[in-house]
């Protein structure tokens, strides 16, 4: 069964620094990878997302993800952060097309400014 | 295209009552899913359509729970004889068929006193 583990639950940086989000998950075969961000109160953004192909990912809002087979990792990183960044985060992996979506515990970023 | 919209978007109910969401889904979407989130956890999967037909239902959803999707259009999901397990954020995505991603809604939030 798939399954994803967010070690971070929480993660504080400053404003400007540059941010990295750590993703492993376990899946038998090419799994497909995602990365929703959740506002306070608010429902799922997807920021990017991986099936094949190149393994380093372009997202919106200059976020980026690297698949690392090897490691079964699907890291997150952004190169400077923004207070508006401040949110939950949460990678997650799919079996396939139109298939249920398996989600990790979430990381919250804390910005400081 | 005006997204996936949810309602109501919070709720308050005495244990023992019923309620009852619904979610529109993005139009052209054939597949709409729910999910269930609580507090500090990552979105758990309870059920999904496509078209009018439920596919698949996670063991999260007792026979307190029932989806529909009459039409193939919006979806209701109801909760008879509310529990306070019950209190959490109940998300509807949608997508279309041999997509990859879903595209979430902004939840309802239930809380049973």
């Known amino acids: 069964a798939q399954s994803v583990t967010q070690p971070d639950i929480h993660i504080t940086v400053s404003e400007g620094a540059s941010l990295e989000l750590r993703c492993n998950y376990s899946y038998g075969a090419t799994p497909y990878l995602f990365w929703y961000v959740q506002s306070p109160g608010q429902g799922l953004q997807l920021l990017l997302k991986?099936?094949?192909?190149?393994?380093l990912v372009q997202g919106i809002k200059g976020f980026e993800a690297e698949f690392k087979r090897s490691q079964s990792s699907f890291n997150l990183r952004k190169p400077s952060v923004h207070w508006s960044d401040a949110a939950e985060y949460f990678c997650a992996v799919g079996a396939g097309r139109d298939d249920k979506i398996i989600f990790g515990k979430g990381t919250r970023l804390h910005i400081l400014p | 295209d005006t997204g996936v919209s949810q309602d109501p978007r919070h709720k308050i109910t005495k244990r023992g009552q019923n309620v009852t969401f619904r979610c529109d889904p993005i139009?052209?979407?054939?597949?709409l899913y729910w999910y269930r989130q609580t507090l500090g956890q990552g979105p758990e999967f309870l059920t999904y359509?496509?078209?009018?037909?439920?596919?698949?239902k996670s063991r999260l959803l007792s026979d307190r729970f029932s989806a529909e999707r009459p039409k193939g259009s919006f979806s209701t999901l109801e909760i008879q004889r509310t529990e306070q397990g019950d209190s959490a954020m109940y998300l509807c995505?949608?997508?279309?068929?041999?997509?990859?991603?879903?595209?979430f809604g902004p939840g309802t939030r239930l809380t049973v006193t």
């Open positions: 139009s052209e979407h054939n597949r």
């Open positions: 991986y099936f094949s192909g190149d393994t």
């Open positions: 359509f496509q078209n009018e037909a439920q596919l698949e």
């Open positions: 995505a949608s997508s279309s068929q041999g997509a990859y991603e879903q595209y």
